[in-house]
């Protein structure tokens, strides 16, 4: 399975976002870099992540992407 590596823009919601592949690996290492590079042309103000996925497909990849995700619950210990 390959990793997708995407350019994502925050919508006018936060469940709407702009997905934008840029490119997919056949290896982590080679998308690792990749996504690295791309972050280090990012400017302070520039409001994208750069994220890297593994999926089956472009398809799975975007859902997974856009699914909403409830934030982790930190422990005393944690904080």
């Known amino acids: 399975m390959p990793y997708y590596v995407f350019k994502i823009t ?3 919601t936060e469940m709407i976002k ?3 592949l840029q490119q997919h ?3 982590y290492k080679d998308a690792k ?3 690295r590079s791309m972050r280090a042309q990012l400017g302070p103000n520039d409001n994208m992540i750069i994220k890297v996925i593994f999926a089956s497909s472009q ?3 975007e859902e997974r992407l856009q699914e909403h995700r409830e934030a ?7 904080k």
């Open 10 to 12: 925050p919508g006018p």
């Open 18 to 20: 702009s997905l934008e």
């Open 25 to 27: 690996f056949d290896a």
């Open 33 to 35: 870099a990749f996504a």
């Open 59 to 61: 398809l799975q990849a």
């Open 72 to 78: 982790p619950i930190l422990r005393e210990w944690e």
